[in-house]
Structure formats: C-alpha cells, structure tokens
C-alpha cells in the first residue's frame, strides 16, 4: 500500500508560484508511474502532469505547459509540481497519483491518491 501526503498549497496573487510536493510512504515509489491532477469546484477531476517511472517522460496539459513543472526525487520518495506564473483559473485542489502504469495520463490507471491540497490564486 502506498499513501500519499501532499502540501505546499496555499493563496498566491495571479503571476506568483507555488511548489507542491507529494511525500510518499509505506513503500517506494520508484517503481510507479507518477501524476498530477486538479479538482475546480463544481468540475471534473482533470490531468495536469505526468511523469514515467524513469522520469525520461513527461507530459502536461496545455493549460498549464510552460508553466509547471513536475519532477521526482526517488532517493525521497517524493515527488514535486513547480507552478509558476499562476492564473486564477488554476484554482483547484491539487492531488498527488501513483500508478502501476510507467507512464499515463489517465486518471483510472492511477491506483493510489492523495487528499489533495487547495491552491487559490487571486487577480
């Protein structure tokens, strides 16, 4: 089992940036397949970020390429979203995902989940 804690959210001014990170436990993640997605209120859950096992691939959304950045630090079990240059419609809550799959950007391959942390960002 793998449990995911993720922080780093918080309220950020519009042009400003943010660095989530996702800590993981219970057993390493160097073996998974890791994401990002984000949850606005009263929307879908939708994909941010993506990064292979080998973290030679990655993969982002168009609204936010250029802008975040997703990485991983297998030797801390962890893994971080560098946001900048935020827009207020990157409000949402952000949620950690691990998965089997080397590499994915969909949310049903993700197995494992974290609760997520709010990200506001103001005009």
């Known amino acids: 089992q793998v449990q995911l804690v993720e922080s780093g959210g918080g309220l950020v001014q519009a042009g400003g940036s943010l660095r989530l990170s996702c800590a993981a436990s219970?057993?390493?993640?160097?073996?998974?397949?890791m994401g990002w997605f984000r949850q606005a209120d009263g929307k879908e859950r939708e994909f941010v970020a993506a990064?292979?096992?080998?973290?030679?691939?990655?993969s982002s959304a168009d609204s936010v390429k250029g802008r975040f950045t997703i990485s991983r630090d297998n030797a801390k079990n962890s893994v971080y979203l560098q946001m900048n240059s935020l827009k207020p419609e990157d409000t949402a809550v952000y949620f950690c995902a691990a998965g089997l799959r080397q590499f994915t950007t969909v949310e049903r391959d993700y197995e494992y989940w974290g609760q997520g942390t709010q990200v506001t960002v103001s005009s």
């Open positions: 219970g057993r390493t993640v160097s073996g998974y397949g």
């Open positions: 990064m292979s096992v080998s973290g030679r691939y990655t």
